[in-house]
Structures are given as structure tokens and as C-alpha cells.
């Protein structure tokens, strides 16, 4: 241990810069500062091209896709693409038995066709700002944390409501370093953005979670949408008259494709880092939360795959929840493994000797990190019970319509009225296959529960178990006569005027049928504990802002990147395969021969289009193919990613698309701790297959028109 200590230390005195090359996600406005590196690394165009406020720069035709998804204009007329994941839940919502365009995919072959997606926002940043000194005017260093945030909030308003005064913008301010330095963005937000096209589920979610975070990979992750404005090229809520808009700025598309070697940028909205935590918060993450968190989920995917297997029927229902379960579960376990595999949490503590050593003369900063650690203990000590809180006692949806009716006690009149009857509405469809849903909800909640409970975060129910056994018991009873899973009951009690709702929500209620949710939630949300987590929390944020400004005093030559808060950034780096494990190499792209060696008829995952066989059997790609006359797919890189980044442009040298973000490599996730450039790749689909599936597979060529497109 010491000798390892001792040669992570000797690596980072060699490497003062903190920061690995590759690593990063840059500012805008501040990319100047990158653009000696950006072109060393082989970039033919300047900072400028890609922000500029003067004129039209590419990040005109960047934007923000809907809460936390990038989207890019590749026509004059506000076409828009982004990932099939990001405008899921749009062609979900549009899909019917009749036209089911998830399973079968959607293209509109005329505007008319176009559909419009009520509350899906696209977002153009116009401007930013440093506004730094406006919004810390008046805040001094013996204001309490709650002081300083109160004449911070005040600042932020007067400053963003004066930027866009008189004007359609919209502003956001946001901390950066910490509370170090803020910046203001500036921005135009679109309010009738139409669904123009998706490719079916099999070729748009191909390899679904089963290749998630994986490479090789070959999902055709894309969709496409239609921004529209009104007569004056300005937002406007959804009008027919409304029509198609003008872009400053519109993403050329190069069909030469990339090589290994090749540098490329990535241009979008990632949303949250840890780059700068201390060694206490990635051994949280890594060895305290994770691996919970996994295993809990582990439970509840176990239950859904099987269903799953059951019935197509199942399959379609549990989809889109194992989806969004399997997601996390598998990324926090490619983090831990990068995160053990890269001894991040000595590496930190290295680091911090470091900082420790050369403080030790600055009273600034002396104790810092003696006090990161006190604030750490205490923060650690309750932590897990949120964890618990949220991926065991919510894991069923027993206990989540139990939480949902419990937490009507706070409503009255009206309010509860609405809450009742909504709840009624959700349960009318919730009992319509409960004979098949709850043995597997049951059992969601009763294993979840034992495993809280054998680990010690469910003490309240020792009074009356002393075994799994009883708990197991115990909890089966509850389940099978709880007011929750009984419709006649349950619509009695809903329909009830709201009086007497509120009376029975609060006199009888939490004694009977929500007295688990109800002692859970006391348990962990105890004022004893929230205070603990506030106070600890609090403190940690306001060391961290000390921290942070400690280290870039102690490397002034380092470029420190600000952590992803999803704002516009940019990251660079290059096309590169990487060796994930021994005597294995991953080569950087692959292509559409992989989908057939992939195929599989008893897999739902590596289900083939007909279609798409077709052609590759006829090899029909058309100009879309590489040199080599195969169809590429999708291609990894060495940009610094994460979630937010999906649907973000994947630039070449010269600003043309490339590609387009979706994913990590596996081996890699630890990234938004920790970068290592051997293994952190991020994965993009190569344009060329996108096109060639608009194109070849769909007929829409009308789309591909529409774009700019650059053979050489
Ligand atoms: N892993 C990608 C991301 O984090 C894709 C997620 C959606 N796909 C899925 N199979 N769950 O967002
Ligand atoms: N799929 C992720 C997203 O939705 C991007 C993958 C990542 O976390 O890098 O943003």
C-alpha cells in the first residue's frame, strides 16, 4: 500500500497538470485557451468558428434537447437530429396499435406529416457572460453559507432579468468551480419542435440493454425532429401557421468518415462531473453506494427479465422501466470496477498529501481537507439511508403508490380532491393486470425490504422480527392486506369527499395500511438526520470552493476544467480503439456486417429488419460506404463524456459532423470522477449510417436533401 502511494505520488509530481490530456469539458466562450492544444491535436478551425457572438458560429447549431439531451440543426429549414433515446418517450407517446412507430419506426414524407410534440423544448444558447463580480457584489467571507446564497440569489435576478429586458431570451446563471465563478447564458427557447423521423426499435435501440454501455457496438441511435418559429423566425408556441425555422447556423456533414488517429470534438450539454472530489466522496461512491445500489437493482431486473421472457406482451410492458433500471445499475458497475481499477481512491489521497504539503503555510487553506474529512464522516454516517430510501423501500410500486397516498396528508380541499382523483385514475389502469403484476411486485418489495432490513437499515422492524423469516412474513400479510392493493377499498377511500379523505389520511391511515411507508420515511427523514446531512452537505460545498481554489494556486500553469453542470461545452480528443482486457483489443469502428453477426431471431435485442438485410446482402450503401466499401456503424473516441451528451454533434477538424453521441464505453464510466485515456472512450453513430438508413433504408431522401453534405 505504501509503495503504491508512493508511486501514484511520484506520477503526479511528474505530472503537476492535474488534468490528462484529453480530458475536459471547456468552456465556450473561453475555448481560446484550448486552441493552441485543440490544433496541436490537429483541429483546422479556430475558437472562434465554434463560438463567436459577433457571427454565426457552429454553436448556433448546438441546442440544448429538451432537459438533458443535445440536438444539432442540419438544415436550413431546422431540421434537427439527436439520439432515438432522446425522442423516445415522443415517438412512445405518438405510437398506437395501429401505427406503431417505436416497433416500426416513423417518417414523415411531407411537412404535413410532421408531428408536433407538446412540451419538448429545443434550447439555442445566444450569449454567456462572466458575471462573476455582479452576482458575488456584496458577499464577504463572514457571511453565513445561507446569507451569502440569499444576496447570490438576489444578484442572479437583478443581473439575468436586466441581460433580457425588452427581449424573447431567457437567461440561466449558474455556479462554476464551486461558487468560484458564474457564468450567465443567454438563451432562445423553441416551443414547437415536430417529430420528423425515427428508425424502427430494432435498428434505433439495436443491441438494447444488453449492448448499453458496451463496444462493440451497432445501435442506430437517432431521431429527428423540425424546429418551428413564427413569421418573424421567432419562438412560438404550436401554430399550423407556423413554419419551418431559419438557423444561423446549420452543421455541415462530411461523408469521409474518420480513421483511427482522426481528431474530433464534441459539442453539447453534459450534466454532472466530480472531477475535483475528494478521496472520501469516490470511496462513497465506489465502495459505499454502488454496490448497493447494484444489488438492490440486480433484484428488481432479476424479477422484470424474467416476465420479460414470459410474453411479448410482458416484454413491452417492463421495457422501458428495465431500461432505465438496467442504466444505472450497469454504469455504476463499470465505475467501480474503473474506479478499483485505477486505485482511485489512493490516487485522491495522493493528491491531497500534496495539497496538504503545500499548505501547510497558507492559513487559507492549511485545514481544509482536515475539515473535508470531518464533514465527510458526518455526511457518510446517514448517507445510506437516502439510498435506501429511494432503490429499496420505493423499489416496488406497492410501496410508491403507498408513499404517493401518503403524501396527500399535506394536501386539503381542492388540491387533495385532484391528488384522489388522479390516483383513482392511475389505479383503474394499475388493476387491470394486477393478477399478473403483483407476484412479481410482491416479491420486488418483500426481497428488497429483507436486504434493507439484514443490513441493518430497517431497525423498526425488529419489534416484531427477529428472522428474515418473519420479516418475510410480516411483510406478505401487509402486502396482501393493504387498502393500496385493494381496488373496491381503495376507490371507497379515493372517492370520499376531502374532509373526510384528510381526516382518515391523517387519524387512521398511518396506523394501518401506510404505517410502513409511513415509519420508512420517518426513519429516514428523520429533522435529526436531515439536519446532519444539511449541515455536512453545506460544508462541503463551501470547502470545496476553498479546495478548488487552493489547487489552481498550487498549478497556476493548469488549465482546470469546471465540472458539467449542462451547460454548453466543448470536449476534444480523437478517434482511438483501447484495450478494455488482456489479450483483447477493441479497433475504433465497426460496421453493418457486425449487426448480421449479431443477429439473432431468438434474441429480442438482435432482432434484424428484413430490410436492412437486404441491402447488406446487396451491399446497396451508396456513397455512404468507407473506402474500404464496408458500411461503418458507430466509432469510439477519447472525448471527455457524459449523460446530457447524448445527441451532442461529434465534430472533425474541420467543424463538420461527424458523428453523433450517444455513449461510454463500459470500462470507461468512471470518467465523471476520474479520466484515464486508456480506457474512457465515448461512442458515437458514424453520420454515414444515419444517412444511409434515411436514405437506403427508409426511402426519406427527401430528408438527406434537405442537409449540407461534403464528399472530400
Ligand atoms: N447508456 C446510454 C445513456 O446513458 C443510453 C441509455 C438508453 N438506452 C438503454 N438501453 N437503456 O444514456
Ligand atoms: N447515453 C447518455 C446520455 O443519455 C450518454 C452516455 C454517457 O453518460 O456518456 O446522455
Known amino acids: 500500500m505504501k509503495k503504491l502511494l508512493a508511486l501514484i505520488a511520484a506520477a503526479l509530481m511528474m505530472a503537476p497538470t492535474v488534468c490528462h490530456a484529453d480530458e475536459g469539458m471547456w468552456i465556450p466562450m473561453l475555448l481560446g485557451r484550448n486552441q493552441a492544444a485543440m490544433q496541436k491535436a490537429g483541429m483546422h478551425i479556430t475558437a472562434q468558428d465554434i463560438y463567436d457572438i459577433n457571427k454565426a458560429s457552429l454553436k448556433d447549431a448546438v441546442l440544448l434537447f429538451g432537459g438533458g439531451c443535445t440536438g444539432e440543426f442540419v438544415s436550413d429549414e431546422g431540421l434537427v437530429l439527436t439520439n432515438h433515446h432522446c425522442g423516445y418517450s415522443y415517438i412512445v407517446k405518438h405510437s398506437t396499435v395501429e401505427h406503431d412507430y417505436l416497433t416500426n419506426g416513423f417518417w414523415a414524407m411531407s411537412r404535413e406529416q410532421e408531428i408536433p410534440c407538446p412540451g419538448l423544448t429545443v434550447t439555442r444558447l445566444v450569449y454567456m457572460q462572466d458575471v462573476t463580480k455582479e452576482v458575488l457584489d456584496g458577499v464577504n467571507a463572514d457571511m453565513s453559507e445561507s446569507e451569502r446564497e440569499t444576496v447570490i440569489e438576489n444578484n442572479i435576478k437583478a ?6 429586458e425588452g427581449t424573447h431570451y431567457r437567461y440561466v446563471i449558474k455556479p462554476f468551480y464551486y461558487g468560484n465563478q458564474y457564468f450567465m447564458y443567454v438563451n432562445e427557447v423553441f416551443t414547437d419542435v415536430r417529430l420528423v423521423g425515427a428508425p424502427p426499435s430494432n435498428i434505433g435501440k439495436f443491441g438494447g440493454d444488453t449492448d448499453n454501455w458496451m463496444w462493440p457496438r451497432h445501435t442506430g441511435d437517432f431521431s429527428m425532429f423540425r424546429v418551428y418559429v413564427d413569421g418573424d423566425n421567432k419562438p412560438a408556441a404550436y401554430s399550423k401557421d407556423n413554419v419551418p425555422y431559419r438557423p444561423l447556423k446549420h452543421l455541415e456533414i462530411s461523408l469521409k468518415g474518420v480513421d483511427e488517429g482522426d481528431f474530433t470534438f464534441v459539442f453539447g450539454y453534459p450534466g454532472t462531473t466530480r472531477r475535483y472530489v475528494t478521496h472520501d466522496y469516490v470511496d462513497m461512491a465506489a465502495n459505499q453506494e454502488n454496490p448497493v445500489r447494484i444489488a438492490l437493482r440486480t433484484i428488481r431486473l432479476d424479477h422484470y427479465n424474467a416476465a420479460m421472457r414470459q410474453s411479448a406482451g410482458q416484454r413491452l410492458k417492463y421495457a422501458s422501466r428495465v431500461a432505465s433500471i438496467a442504466n444505472g445499475w450497469k454504469k455504476w458497475q463499470g465505475e467501480s470496477l474503473g474506479i478499483d481499477r485505477l486505485h482511485g481512491v489512493e490516487q485522491k489521497i495522493a493528491q491531497e ?23 465527510y464522516a458526518k455526511l457518510r454516517e446517514v448517507e445510506m439511508e437516502w439510498v435506501y430510501f429511494s432503490e429499496a423501500v420505493l423499489a416496488s410500486d406497492f410501496m410508491q403508490r403507498a408513499y404517493r397516498l401518503y403524501r396527500m396528508m399535506n ?45 441493518g437499515y430497517a431497525p423498526y422492524l425488529n419489534k416484531k422480527c427477529s428472522t428474515a423469516g418473519d420479516v418475510e412474513k410480516l411483510l406478505n400479510r401487509y402486502y396482501d392486506n393493504n387498502i393500496i392493493n385493494n381496488p373496491k377499498k381503495l376507490e371507497k377511500l379515493l372517492t370520499l369527499p376531502a374532509d373526510k379523505l384528510h381526516k382518515k389520511l391523517i387519524d387512521e391511515l398511518p396506523a394501518k395500511d401506510l404505517d410502513l411507508i409511513g415509519v420508512a420515511y420517518s426513519y429516514t427523514y428523520s429533522s435529526a438526520k436531515r439536519q446532519q446531512y444539511n449541515d455536512a452537505d453545506d460544508n462541503i460545498q463551501r470547502l470545496m470552493r476553498t479546495y478548488i481554489k487552493g489547487m489552481m494556486e498550487q498549478y497556476p500553469d493548469s488549465n482546470f476544467f469546471p465540472d458539467a453542470n449542462l451547460t454548453l461545452r466543448v470536449a476534444y480528443g480523437h478517434v482511438e480503439g483501447f484495450k478494455p482486457k488482456d489479450a483483447t483489443y477493441y479497433t475504433a469502428y465497426s460496421t453493418i456486417d457486425g449487426i448480421m453477426e449479431k443477429e439473432n431471431p431468438d434474441v429480442y435485442d438482435y432482432r434484424v429488419e428484413p430490410r436492412l438485410k437486404e441491402l447488406w446482402q446487396k451491399k446497396d450503401y451508396g456513397h455512404y460506404a468507407n473506402k474500404k ?22 465534430l472533425n477538424a474541420d467543424g463538420q459532423l461527424v458523428g453523433i453521441n450517444f455513449d461510454r464505453c463500459w470500462e470507461g464510466t468512471m470518467s465523471d470522477l476520474l479520466f484515464d485515456p486508456a480506457y474512457c472512450r465515448n461512442i458515437s453513430l458514424d ?19 434537405e442537409m449540407t453534405l461534403v464528399e472530400q
Not at 498529501?353 to 464533514?375: G, H, I, S
Not at 388493476?431 to 436486504?451: A, L, R
Not at 453520420?687 to 436533401?705: S, T
Request: net charge negative; aromatic share 12%.
Open 687 to 705: 453520420i454515414r449510417y444515419c444517412l444511409f438508413i434515411i436514405d437506403k433504408y427508409a426511402g426519406a431522401r427527401h430528408l438527406v436533401d
Open 159 to 164: 443581473v439575468g432579468d436586466k441581460a433580457v
Open 629 to 650: 466499401g464496408e458500411l461503418p456503424v458507430a466509432f469510439i473516441a477519447t472525448n471527455h463524456t457524459t449523460g446530457g451528451n447524448s445527441g451532442s454533434p461529434v
Open 353 to 375: 498529501e500534496q495539497f496538504r504539503k503545500w499548505a501547510v503555510d497558507k492559513p487559507q487553506y492549511r485545514d481544509v481537507l482536515d475539515q473535508m474529512e470531518d464533514n
Open 411 to 455: 394536501l386539503t380541499g381542492e388540491q387533495l380532491e385532484a391528488a384522489a382523483a388522479k390516483m383513482l385514475d392511475d389505479s383503474h389502469k394499475y388493476f387491470e393486470d394486477f393478477e399478473q403484476h403483483s407476484p412479481i411486485d410482491k416479491s420486488i418489495f418483500t426481497e428488497c425490504f429483507i436486504y434493507m432490513w439484514s443490513h
